[in-house]
């Protein structure tokens, strides 16, 4: 490619609207720009990175013999209203009515869909393990796009279903897309680590993340350095907004509780030192739309006190081992056995879990506190890291935390969609039964940004080989080099992606053009061509230069 032929808009300020590092990059390589709030249009040197993103996926997904289809991205409500979704699915989920008033949405992910074309077209077990893929355009109304093409509305992902006979089937499919994901991120460059997550809005028991290691990363990941467990501590969805809204409901009231006990009280009844309770004394459910309240003290005075507080709406009791399910809290943390926390649940605090904080200072609580609006975001991290505790919940080690940005997700469905859909297949037994399902999802578009996460410096972009858009730049600083520039050019296109900046600018503005876009290898003919033939190669990750004489340019370059 020509720069003069290309279409290449680059900045020289860093844009005001951008936050992090690879959204501002992003805008000033000329790779996206913004058509609305969390919508993008991706210009040719962003799309050729996507491309080529999309094709290491691909590769994969195929050499795993996932079979690729297309889906629509408007999918009917009637689909949707047989698992339940239709109404279970926050606002991410956009809706909206044709001209004949059928209800509509664009698909924020496709279980339904691929669910219904198995259910009519797969009969049998013999036809079994299938999976199919599509790397194709997303919808989620996201509370609060950000980060650019990270945390979209419109957005690109790869998205696979599997489909077995039996769970030791879905096991077998699930290792598979596990490895194929290790493979797609290594071999797209990327510093990542993958571990266990909860299931949120898809359902289903297991699942892991695979998280880009980086400082902008919204998610917290807990990991063991001794026996290699890893989980993400669930930032995202406090700072998404979906779960927890970031706009207060109700202003939080104070109110007077008599009885409740200081901070030091409840660390000695928790066994707990007292740093660790001032921050964290509640335990956030997100089962349904039940609110766990953790007593702090005397559970018998706070059950009194909570009743106060809440009367007239329904709670019931827990008891320990359902809290720590529900709160995901390795064993012992909870407090002693006879602890009792108190669940708040149902129509009472429908919809957005608002819970009673308080309990740092005497005789208080706060009520309407949500988790969005009311805690900055490390204190989120706080309140996760000590609702699973700072221990390995295996190996009892310390635990280690990092930021990390969730790139790819799977998940073990089982029957969760199937059962409901009816997507049944005759097994060999002479039975018919539901197929069970797994689910597996990459964002093509996020793995761009948290690239440049990962890969940038002072000057801007820095490509890992596998995904620049072009891997070799050439620049000459003088006309008379310009033949001797188009012949090598020539040659290595044959080979690689080579652009040749053949525009009519001073080379300080072509040298700064380079880093900026991110091409690993700069060629240049500058001031040792004029005097003895010899290129300038340079590396743009170590910045190194190295002379080199026209022939030995091909063996260099592999
Ligand atoms: P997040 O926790 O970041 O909101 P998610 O858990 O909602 O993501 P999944 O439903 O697991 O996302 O979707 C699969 C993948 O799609 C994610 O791992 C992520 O890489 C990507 N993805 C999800 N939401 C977005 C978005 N708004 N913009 C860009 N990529 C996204
Ligand atoms: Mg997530
Ligand atoms: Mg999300
Ligand atoms: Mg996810």
Not at 131 to 160: C, H, N, S, T, W
Not at 172 to 191: A, D, H, V
Not at 364 to 381: C, E, V, W
Not at 525 to 532: A, R, S
Request: a neutral charge; glycine letters at 6%.
């Amino acid at each position: 490619m020509r720069w003069s032929k290309f279409f290449i808009p680059t900045l020289r300020e860093d844009p005001s609207e951008a936050e992090v590092i690879s959204h501002k990059l992003l805008l000033r390589a000329g790779m996206i720009r913004k058509l609305a709030s969390g919508i993008y249009n991706f210009l040719p040197l962003g799309f050729r990175a996507l491309k080529k993103i999309e094709n290491i996926v691909r590769c994969e997904m195929n050499k795993a013999g996932a079979l690729e289809i297309l889906m629509p991205l408007v999918q009917p409500a009637e689909l949707w209203k047989e698992t339940g979704r239709w109404d279970a699915y926050g606002k991410e989920l956009l809706r909206f009515k044709d001209r004949k008033e059928h209800d509509f949405c664009l698909g924020p992910t496709h279980e339904e869909v691929v669910t219904e074309i198995v259910r009519r077209d797969v009969k049998s077990y013999k036809e079994l393990p299938l999976i199919l893929y599509q790397i194709a355009v997303k919808f989620r109304d996201e509370i609060r796009p950000r980060f650019g093409i990270m945390r979209a509305r419109e957005f690109i992902m790869k998205d696979a279903y599997s489909f077995d006979a039996d769970w030791d089937g879905l096991e077998r499919s699930y290792q598979l897309m596990y490895e194929t994901y290790e493979k797609i991120f290594t071999n797209c460059g990327l510093k990542f680590k993958a571990v266990e997550a909860h299931t949120g809005a898809i359902g289903g028991d297991v699942s892991h993340e695979f998280m880009v290691l980086a400082e902008t990363g919204e998610d917290i990941i807990a990991f063991c350095e001794k026996c290699g467990y890893a989980s993400n501590i669930e930032l995202t969805p406090a700072i998404s907004g979906e779960k927890y809204p970031l706009e207060p409901e109700k202003p939080l009231e104070k109110v007077y509780t008599p009885g409740v006990r200081t901070a030091q009280e409840v660390a000695d009844f928790l066994g707990l030192p007292v740093s660790k309770i001032t921050k964290t004394l509640i335990y956030i459910v997100e089962e349904k739309n039940a609110v766990a309240v953790c007593l702090r003290g005397d559970h018998e005075v706070n059950e009194v006190k909570l009743e106060k507080l809440f009367s007239g709406k329904p709670f019931r009791m827990a008891n320990e081992e359902e809290v720590r399910k529900i709160v995901g809290a390795s064993p012992g943390f909870i407090g002693p056995k006879d602890l009792k926390i108190k669940v708040i649940a149902d129509k009472a605090l429908e919809g957005y879990p608002n819970f009673v904080i308080g309990a740092n200072e005497d005789e208080y609580h706060y009520l309407n506190a949500n988790l969005g609006s009311t805690f900055k975001p490390d204190i989120i991290a706080d309140i996760r890291k000590a609702t699973l505790g700072d221990l390995c919940p295996k190996c009892k080690e310390p635990l280690s935390f990092t930021r990390g940005i969730e790139v790819g997700h799977i998940f073990k469905l089982g029957t969760k969609y199937s059962e409901p859909m009816k997507a049944m297949f005759l097994d060999k037994d002479g039975k018919m039964k539901p197929f069970i399902m797994g689910c597996y999802g990459i964002g093509v578009s996020r793995i761009l940004a948290a690239t440049i996460e990962q890969n940038h410096d002072e000057d801007g972009i820095i490509f890992p080989w596998q995904i620049a858009p072009f891997q070799i730049a050439i620049v000459y600083l003088k006309e008379d080099f310009k033949e001797n520039a188009e012949k090598i050019y020539k040659n290595l296109s044959q080979n690689w992606d080579v652009i040749l900046d053949d525009r009519e600018e001073r080379p300080g503005v072509k040298f700064k053009d380079m880093d900026l876009i991110g091409i690993p290898l700069q060629i240049i003919l500058g001031k040792n061509y004029e005097k003895n033939k010899e290129l300038e190669v340079k590396i743009r990750k170590t910045g190194e230069r190295k002379y080199i004489k026209i022939e030995e340019l091909e063996n260099f370059v592999r």
